[in-house]
């Protein structure tokens, strides 16, 4: 279960990994990419949300349950923000 | 050392449980709080789907390397908390409390850094409100990206606040030995705590800082 001992080097590789990923994200953002540059922003953050929550958080060791209860926080997300820009987002469709 | 001793509550079956269920409610808590910090979320895409060149030129002025470094920072005091709860299951007491030091710390100079940031805004008359003053055409667009860069980060703060004051709590229950390889519950939410509030900086850096492209 959540008992298991991560090795100090498991860590450390994860912190030397969000710190590549960090460079990369500024590193980018030097480099014009038009409508790329915020996919390529968030996809690196999603991808240093997932090596925080993955091994500092311990979900990638804990139990089904937990898992989720992990992935519900990020549907009520999905829904919040999808729901308010699929209103806002349209409403000059309806403007001619 | 102690003798290592479990603390199980009557309504658990054992320690596992006890600490499985635990996990559970903080995690149960930490969706509400992705909730409370989503609407802001939101609101941002939405004005910045609005207002995209005021925020790319309002954005310009916030510092990257101060952002950048925060976010080091920040990204160092979750892997000091995640050894610090390590140190704790293999019952290095004095570690664990260094380690909860050094993470308390780290966020105390985040929050130091932030507090430069939020002083060089006010002098730049970038706080919004009546002294706000912006160059450019879109004077109100740029207020608004600046009402949710203090609202966003503000809010963000007061989480690392409350952070540190459960990272002090958790340093003197260390130290006093209430934590054994089978029972550290409190610092494993403690920590789950600490791991949130840096996911949320983690997208805070981009949104804010990074709009637009540098040159």
Known sequence: MTTHIVPVRTYVAVFVALLVLLAATVAVNFVSLGELNVLAAMVIAVCKMCLVMLFFMHVRYSGRLIWIYVCIGFYWLAILIAL????????????? | MPEPRTIVAPQFD?????QETSMLGMWVFLA?????FGGLFASYTMY?????????AASHHLDIVLGTLNTAVLLTSSLTMALAVRSAQVGARRTTAT?????MLLGLAFLGIKGVEYYQKYVDHL???PSFSFSGANRHDAEMFFYLYFVMTGLHALHMIAGVGVMSVLTILTVRGRFTPAYYNPLEIGGLYWHFVDIVWIFLFPLLYLIGHHT
């Open chain 2, 32 to 36: 509400t709080e992705v909730m409370f």
């Open chain 2, 127 to 129: 706080v919004p409100g």
């Open chain 2, 48 to 56: 910045r789907a609005l207002y995209a060149q005021a925020f790319a």
């Open chain 2, 14 to 18: 054992d320690a596992a449980q006890q």
């Open chain 2, 99 to 103: 380690l909860l030091v050094v993470t």
């Open chain 1, 84 to 96: 308010t820009l699929g209103d806002v987002l349209t409403r000059a469709w309806l403007r001619p």
